[in-house]
C-alpha cells in the first residue's frame, strides 16, 4: 500500500516564504512524476509545478521565479520551496504521484496541506 505524507504549510504574511514536502512510503513501487497541485475556495485543483525522475520541471506562469520544486529520489520525497507568496497563494496544497506497483500506473494523492498567505 503505497501512502504519501505531506509536511510544511501554515501561516505567513506577503513576502514571506514556506516549504513543503512529500514522502511516499510503502514497498514494491516506481515512482515517476511527481508534483504539487493547489485548491483554493472552488473545486478545481490546478497544478502548481512538477518533476519527473529525470530531473525535468513544469510550473505554473503563476508562480514561475518564485516557487522551486526538487525531489530526493533515494528518499521517495519531493519538495515545494514556495518564496514572495502572494495572498492568491492562498490554497489546499496537495502532493500528487504518478507511480506504478503491481503493474498498475496511477496517481496517488497526499491528504493535503493548508497554505495562508496574509496580505
Known amino acids: 500500500q503505497v501512502q504519501l505524507v505531506e509536511s510544511g504549510g501554515g501561516l505567513v504574511q506577503a513576502g514571506g516564504s514556506l516549504s513543503l514536502s512529500c514522502a511516499a512510503s510503502?514497498?514494491?513501487?516506481?515512482?515517476?512524476?511527481m508534483g504539487w497541485y493547489r485548491q483554493g475556495p472552488g473545486p478545481q485543483r490546478d497544478l502548481v509545478a512538477i518533476?519527473?525522475?529525470?530531473?525535468?520541471?513544469n510550473y505554473a506562469d503563476s508562480v514561475k521565479g518564485r516557487f522551486t520544486i526538487s525531489r530526493d529520489n533515494a528518499k521517495n520525497t519531493v519538495y515545494l520551496q514556495m518564496n514572495s507568496l502572494k495572498p492568491e497563494d492562498t490554497a489546499v496544497y496537495y502532493c500528487?504521484?504518478?507511480?506504478?506497483?503491481?503493474?498498475?500506473?496511477?496517481?496517488?494523492w497526499g491528504q493535503g496541506t493548508q497554505v495562508t498567505v496574509s496580505s
Open positions: 500528487n504521484t504518478l507511480l506504478t506497483v503491481q503493474a498498475m500506473t496511477r496517481h496517488y
Open positions: 510503502g514497498s514494491g513501487f516506481r515512482i515517476h512524476a
Open positions: 518533476v519527473t525522475t529525470d530531473g525535468t520541471t
